[in-house]
């Protein structure tokens, strides 16, 4: 069983970055799809925003992210992270990391079996 926590969350002005980090303990994330979603305020579904493969050589953007915002893994440290560049008030939401054993990026929040209990980010001046 793999416990995943995130953390790096906070309340940024618009332009401004954040790092999230995604932490896993219990066994090796090594073989796992990981994946960060987000649930804006008022939303009752959690939207997808990047996937990365085992290995770190694949990765996938939702497309309003793609640009400001990169993922990415250190499995030596069991952890997976996501650095947001120029961050606007629409990326306002509680972000979460998912896992899921497998090869193939995954897009959907159903296709992921673990999930932390997320981190609140806030963008506003």
């Known amino acids: 069983q793999v416990l995943l926590v995130e953390s790096g969350g906070g309340l940024v002005q618009p332009g401004g970055s954040l790092k999230l980090a995604c932490a896993a303990s219990?066994?090796?994330?090594?073989?796992?799809?990981m994946g960060w979603f987000r649930q804006a305020p008022g939303e009752h579904r959690r939207r997808f925003v990047a996937?990365?493969?085992?290995?770190?050589?694949?990765?996938h953007y939702t497309d309003s992210v793609k640009g400001r915002f990169t993922i990415s893994r250190d499995n030596a440290k069991n952890t997976a992270y996501l650095q947001m560049n120029d961050l606007i008030p629409e990326d306002t939401a509680v972000y979460y990391c998912?896992?899921?054993?497998?090869?193939?990026?995954?897009?959907?929040?159903?296709?992921?079996?673990?999930w932390g209990l997320g981190t609140q980010v806030t963008v506003s001046s």
């Open positions: 219990g066994r090796t994330i090594s073989g796992d799809v």
């Open positions: 996937s990365i493969s085992p290995s770190g050589g694949n990765t």
């Open positions: 998912a896992g899921h054993r497998g090869l193939s990026l995954l897009l959907h929040a159903d296709e992921y079996n673990t």
